[in-house]
């Protein structure tokens, strides 16, 4: 039985001007199965924003563009399919809820009828008032009381505001929701109930999710699989006991837990990874992470690190190659 | 929201009185008496003190301005030093061809001005985006007079299809219209262009797209409404300022509007005529400002929430 939702393979996006070529995504993979929490992890600029705007078809038109690779959704195969396809998909299979509640929803119109949109495009055998009736249950759902749908966002707090995107998100009950960054800009006890939902609609609902953050803490609290992206590339993949109770990591995986302040040692500094992301228009040769990384050797400076893998936990690292190459 | 309107009604008063004040002290400091400009350099100093008796131009600066006040609060706007018209009448005379001038330029502003922005920030960068801010360009450049000229020329003396100067019938508008409209074109075409731009990138729009909405609808439902604030704004203003200062489109085309009593009445130091009309044009574009930040409550329940939470 096939219960993937989600399978991107060898993904490569680019964003071009007259002036420049930025290279965002570098040939990702990625499955998402139904009902599974997949964290996407990584600084600003590692490409999880990208990736997931080319999974929904919106990269910025004319600029942005899939040069590589497929993005297949169910049976549908996104990176050909076209404008209209992808309209009868976006909001209905899968839904998006952006990084910034506060200007994710449009000040003009009331919450109740931003959310019936959704439905008016993706129900359409739906009257109005079904319509209705399922914006008041998808209100109380995400824990709003019905009769302030006719408010405009204004009216709500940050949370208030995330918690009506995300029911947006959920009204035609997608088998895949892409979170960008769903907490980081409400405030920490915010954080926790939006997450708390999110986790409780999943089991509700079996939506996939696929959860962008640089937050480790979220990712532990909520996800099934995660993914390390540097500098457009999935560097090291895994599930969460194998990224946070693993022994193999990538170097830069080591970085970040090394970036978070622990509460059992007693240490005086974070340790924060030297130097800065790579610029995407000039991407280095080998491994991108080779300059930043303490433990790079002259063939991290001139190789592309293979695929090392274990019971699924994926590395792309010199350092276990030259392991397995020990072990074999 | 009554109680808003009531109060910003209110608040034109003093506004008015301000502006009647400037204006008075303006046209009594400067020098040069209407007596010797109405009655001409050769009259007699005997026939400008009957002229000034007659005229009411007795006293100091402040009796006089105290004294024409009063007669304002009567209804009572004077006579007019050049016609010895009642200055009321001969204003209320003019306001039906500036008022039918500035509609149909505002219509036209209207009509061209948003449509052509819109498709042009759709179409950013495009042939058309390119040849309407070509347009735009062309229009703002263009001085009113000029154009006026040319077109009497194309129009009338040409082709004959419309007369020339005076007012006969409808048609006399359609040449003066058109040449008042152009620059105003211009500047909304531009307006609106940036707004749309602007709204085009808000986090809402891509929301908007995510929910699978179309083009067509994102433009129409989400992007809209948003950028027509500053439209109605710009709009509101063009309109009021084509009330009060159609001048050179009038002299040109020979109208008997506000813009062609108060060109002449300055130039005659025709007192109680100027501040009359200058007082009308305040009033106008209080009202016209007033009709625009209605036209902002009805658009953004923002704005509405705020005039409402002030009448508490």
């Not at chain 1, 055998?125 to 019905?146: C, N």
């Not at chain 2, 036209?295 to 005039?307: E, L, N, V, W």
Request: glycine letters at 8%.
């Amino acid at each position: 039985m096939d219960d993937r939702i989600l399978s991107i393979k060898n993904l490569h996006v680019k964003y071009e001007n007259d002036e420049m070529t930025v290279y965002a995504v570098n040939g990702i993979d990625l499955e998402v199965r139904r009902g599974e929490t997949v964290g996407l992890v990584g600084e600003t600029g590692a490409g999880k924003t990208t990736t997931a705007f080319a999974v929904m078809g919106l990269l910025p038109k004319k600029i942005g563009s899939i040069s590589e690779g497929e993005i297949i959704l169910g049976d549908i195969d996104i990176t050909h399919a076209t404008e209209a396809d992808m309209r009868l998909l976006r909001g209905n299979k899968i839904s998006m809820i952006f990084q910034d509640p506060m200007t994710s929803l449009n000040p003009l119109i009331t919450v109740g009828d931003q959310i019936g949109e959704v439905l008016e495009l993706h129900r359409k055998e739906m009257d109005k008032e079904e319509r209705e009736k399922r914006v008041d249950a998808l209100l109380e759902l995400v824990g709003l009381p019905a009769e302030r749908k006719t408010e405009y966002p204004h009216q709500f707090s940050g949370g208030m505001k995330q918690r009506i995107v995300i029911a947006m998100a959920l009204a035609c009950e997608p088998e895949l929701l892409i979170a960008d960054e769903p907490t980081t800009a409400l405030d920490v006890t915010i954080q926790a109930q939006v997450l708390d939902m999110m986790t409780g609609l999943k089991a509700k609902l079996g939506t996939a999710i696929i959860l962008i953050t640089h937050d480790l803490g979220v990712v532990a609290e909520t996800c099934d699989k995660v993914a390390i992206m540097y500098a457009g590339e999935i560097i090291e993949f895994g599930s969460l006991e194998d990224i946070f109770a693993g022994e193999k990591h990538h170097p830069y995986t080591v970085g970040l837990f090394g970036s978070i302040p622990s509460m059992e040692e007693n240490v005086q500094r974070l340790k924060p990874i030297n130097g800065l992301m790579p610029d995407p228009c000039n991407l280095p040769s080998g491994c991108k992470f080779h300059a930043r990384c303490p433990r790079a050797t002259e063939k991290c400076r001139t190789c592309i690190p293979e695929k090392f893998e274990e019971q699924g936990h994926i590395i792309y690292c010199h350092l276990f190659n030259e392991n397995t190459e020990k072990e074999v | 929201m009554a109680k808003f309107v009531l109060k910003r009604v209110l608040a034109l008063i003093p506004v008015v009185i301000g502006i009647s004040f400037i204006i008075f002290a303006i046209m009594n400091l400067t020098p040069g008496e209407p007596a010797r400009l109405i009655l001409g350099p050769y009259a007699s100093q005997s026939d400008v003190e009957t002229f000034n008796q007659a005229m009411g131009i007795e006293g100091n600066f402040w009796e006089r301005y105290l004294n024409y006040m009063k007669g304002v609060l009567t209804g009572d706007f004077g006579i007019s030093y050049r016609t010895q018209n009642d200055v009321l009448a001969e204003l209320v005379a003019r306001i039906p061809c500036t008022l039918i001038l500035a509609t149909g330029a505002a219509a036209i502003m209207v009509l061209i001005g948003i449509p052509v922005g819109i498709i042009s920030a759709i179409k950013q960068y495009s042939i058309l985006d390119y040849s309407s801010m070509f347009m735009a360009l062309l229009f703002t450049s263009v001085p009113g007079f000029w154009l006026g000229i040319m077109l009497m020329l194309l129009f009338s003396l040409q082709l004959e299809w419309l007369p020339a100067t005076g007012v006969e019938s409808w048609l006399s508008y359609i040449l003066p219209c058109i040449t008042l409209a152009a620059a105003f074109v211009a500047s909304l075409i531009r307006i609106t262009r940036s707004s749309m731009l602007e709204i085009i990138r808000q986090d809402y729009i891509r929301t908007a797209y995510a929910k699978g909405a179309s083009e067509k609808r994102v433009v129409m439902k989400h992007v809209l409404r948003n950028a027509m604030l500053p439209v109605v704004t710009v709009v509101g203003i063009n309109f009021a300022i084509m009330m009060g200062g159609a001048i050179v489109t009038e002299s040109v085309f020979a109208l008997p509007g506000v813009g062609t009593l108060l060109i002449t009445s300055v130039r005659m130091k025709d007192i109680p005529v100027v501040m009359a009309v200058v007082m009308f044009v305040a009033v106008v574009i209080g009202i016209i400002n007033l009709l625009v930040d209605l036209a902002y409550a009805y658009i953004d329940p923002r704005i509405k929430s705020k005039y409402s939470a002030r009448k508490r």
